[in-house]
Nanobody
Framework: QVQLVESGGGLVQPGGSLRLSCAAS????????MNWYRQAPGKQRELVAA???????NYADSVKGRFTISRDNAKNTVYLQMNSLKPEDTAVYYC????????????WGQGTPVTVSS
């Protein structure tokens, strides 16, 4: 059974920082590209950051220079360090494991809410 468990969300003031974690089980984690998505109220889910199995990263323009995605294959965990947070970063953040086998199932976590407000 595949599980992705996010943690680290919460309430933070503008300009503050949070680090999200996503612990994976039931998959060979090191083989999977991993992504962080977010969904704000009334908006579509959007890709925030991605990291390949080899560690290459990519970011949405809205978070470049503020967010950093990383992974620890020994701990089966992917992280999202979020700095200089803005109110528009408020959303539920979801961890996503992209199956390296084309056509096979991808996996989602349950989401962790992030609220940026003074």
């Amino acid at each position: 059974q595949v599980q992705l468990v996010e943690s680290g969300g919460g309430l933070v003031q503008p300009g503050g920082s949070l680090r999200l974690s996503c612990a994976a089980s039931g998959i060979i984690f090191s083989f999977y590209p991993m992504n962080w998505y977010r969904q704000a109220p009334g908006k579509q889910r959007e890709l925030v950051a991605a990291i390949t199995s080899s560690g290459s990263t990519n970011y949405a323009d809205s978070v470049k220079g503020r967010f950093t995605i990383s992974r620890d294959n020994a701990k089966n965990t992917v992280y999202l360090q979020m700095n200089s947070l803005k109110p528009e970063d408020t959303a539920v953040y979801y961890c996503h494991a992209q199956n390296p086998n084309r056509g096979a199932s991808n996996y989602w976590g349950q989401g962790t809410p992030v609220t940026v407000s003074s």
